[in-house]
């Protein structure tokens, strides 16, 4: 009898846990892809009609060109692929050393422009071996930096707080999301303003490049040094420009890594909730059979007894800690259980985070 309740409880306690989390799974992904069809039908709205009359004006244009000059269609499409090969080479030599090493950036910073890439079989070879080490060393050394410059903000707030007399002066998760944004925004609108002086853009259009940059999207409509030989006359334009591009990443990574912590966090929190319920819930259940301390002992040797079984059950596991995935089944569970999950696990990493990064 107390082992077919007991059996009841870890079920149906087990079966409301995985219920939470496929619930917040599934509604992830419903927001994602709604967020992605809202994104379609503004694109859609804002830019088709401006594609279609520039389409149309650039068709005009070619066909009173062919008109005029009696260009064939063979010669016109060579003229077209003339045109496109030559672009990168207008800007200067692409690959000397200062340009190579501006390429090297782009691919480590995952920002890829396309505005110049690799044609030998060897240079495509040795760029997809070099980004394979390269793009994740790129990350560990912005997530450092990040977590480097969370720590300094922290500083920063709680000396300010105690020089304001403020009650709490500890730094929040908000404060240092607060101020890495706010650096963020210098580091984007000072970037826009020497872009915009350079290299003659708006200063809109140095916003708009200086935040693809930084998100690392990089589409390539705007690329810097690729004006007036850049990369060979203006080394100090140069180094100002690799400079901003790795520095901005790093504050950027700091502000995604406290928004992607917090996002852990609030996770954590629920798990460690639904845990907790589940212990109270299982408490409640069991405190009107009235056994001893022998019988509840024997009836957790019955539990704990399968061999499938590899931990015990106390507080500082999971609801449900048994192993058993396929064959013989312990408690007759069924094999929906992820042996590797322990929500304390979870709630341990996430707080150990939490402490790293502040």
Known sequence: MLLERGESIFGVLIHCT???QNVRTLSLVVCTFTYLLIGAAVFDSLESQTESRRWEFLQTLKNNFVKKYNVSAEDYRMMEIVIIENKPHKA?????????????????????????????????????????????????????????????ASVIIRRA?????????????????????????????????????YEGWSYFDSFYY????????????????????????????????????????AVVAASINLLVLRFMTMQAEEAKRDEEDAHQKLGSSNQPLNYDAESSYNMKGKLLGNSNCCTDFDDNTSVCSCTCLGGTRCLNHESFVDADYHPTDIIASTLSLKRASV
């Open 210 to 249: 200086c935040f693809v940059t930084l998100t690392t999207i990089g589409f390539g409509d705007y690329v810097a040094l690729q004006n007036d030989q850049a990369l060979m006359n203006k080394p100090g334009y140069v180094a100002l420009s690799l400079v901003f591009i790795l520095f901005g990443l």
């Open 92 to 152: 200067g030599p692409q690959w000397k050393f200062a340009g190579a090493f501006y390429f090297a950036t782009v691919v480590l910073a995952m920002i890829g422009y396309g505005h110049s890439t690799p044609v030998t079989i060897g240079g495509k070879a040795f760029c997809m071996a070099y980004a394979m080490v390269g793009i994740p060393l790129g990350l560990v050394m912005f997530q450092s930096i990040g977590e480097r410059l969370n720590k300094f």
């Open 161 to 197: 707080k105690r020089y304001m007399h403020c009650n709490h002066t500890e730094a929040t998760e908000m404060n240092l999301m607060l101020a890495t944004g706010m650096l963020s925004s210098i580091i984007i609108t000072t970037g826009a303003a020497v872009f915009s002086r």
């Open 18 to 20: 995985m219920k939470r």
